[in-house]
């Protein structure tokens, strides 16, 4: 079988499944694992400027959705040039993403036996959904069935370590200079690990805030997420940045309870690295733990 992902989750999945060897093709989004995806062709290509502020990708991305325009472009020669027996996107109203529609449409040259896949990943709830879809679509099901097995005994590994402990208060940050709330599924993470999310967004949206609110806000711990950087840059990112004077104020970074976190996971839409990333949250939160150094 020749699969083309257009969804990074989708390509994780199908290398936690043992299958890489059968991705052709990935998205401009695939990055993980980077061993596999380096060198595959690319079959869409960002829209978006490089190397743009947070504050101004927040203003280009905004001006470009109310504006109805796609966050990417589709490759359509490449990817009928690869000839996949099976395409996975997502059936989202989502313009950062292709489309089924937008896939489907391409179905008359396409080989006549493809097969277009199509994911809705909105939250955790669906990620052991979507990787049954996944593994009975490439004709693992048993591979499918392990892996959800694995990720539903993490968290509640997690649930049963933090049950009937209090729950810290968290602050956890997207961006610095300005400070963002962690958008997408920052919260879910947070409560899932054990705390409690005090500034982020029922609907998921990133927003800027000020050191005054988080101030006022008094959190317990700062978990960083900042978008799409690994725990070791962010860490040094942290180390290096200027903080106001209310800043130092504020309980976590007064008592050193700052973190560093990976936060690829959390790139478009659920993976399961994501649980290994609760799992790993869960560790910093406990009272027992709170006098660590920040975690890299």
């Known amino acids: 079988m020749r699969i083309v992902s257009l969804m990074p989750p989708a390509t994780e999945i199908i290398c936690r499944l043992g299958l890489a060897d059968l991705l052709v093709g990935v998205s401009h989004l695939c990055d993980f694992p980077a061993e596999v995806v380096t060198g595959l062709p690319r ?4 829209a978006i400027p490089a190397s743009l ?5 927040d203003w280009v991305l ?8 796609n966050l990417f472009s589709l490759d359509e020669a490449a990817l009928i040039t690869l000839a996949p027996d099976l395409i996975i996107t997502q059936d989202l109203c989502d313009l950062g993403l292709p489309s089924f529609d937008e896939v489907c449409s391409l179905r008359q040259r396409l080989p006549a036996d493809s097969q277009i896949v199509s994911l809705a990943m909105p939250d955790l709830d669906d990620l052991s959904h979507d990787v049954m879809v996944i593994a009975e679509a490439v004709g693992y099901p048993e591979r499918g069935r392990r892996l959800c097995d694995q990720m539903q005994m993490q968290l509640a590994r997690v649930q049963m370590a933090s049950a009937g402990r209090p729950r810290p208060k968290v602050v956890a940050l997207e961006w610095l200079d300005p400070p963002f709330t962690a958008g997408q599924w920052a919260a879910e993470i947070v409560r899932l690990a054990g705390g409690n999310e005090l500034l982020s967004r029922v609907d998921g949206h990133s927003v800027p805030v000020s050191w005054k609110q988080i101030q006022a806000a008094q959190p317990d711990v700062i978990v960083l997420l900042l978008a799409g950087h690994t725990a070791q840059a962010t860490e040094r990112y942290w180390q290096t940045a200027k903080l ?8 976590a970074i007064r008592d050193r309870r700052v973190y560093a976190l990976d936060a690829r996971p959390l790139s478009i839409r659920p993976t399961p690295r994501m649980v290994d990333l609760v799992e ?4 910093l939160l406990p009272p027992t ?6 975690y890299a």
């Open 43 to 46: 079959v869409t290509r960002s």
């Open 53 to 57: 502020s947070v504050a101004e990708l």
């Open 62 to 69: 905004a001006t470009r959705l109310r504006r109805g325009e």
């Open 244 to 251: 106001p004077c209310e800043a130092r104020a504020i309980p």
């Open 280 to 283: 790993r949250l869960a560790t």
């Open 289 to 294: 733990r709170l006098t660590e150094q920040c």
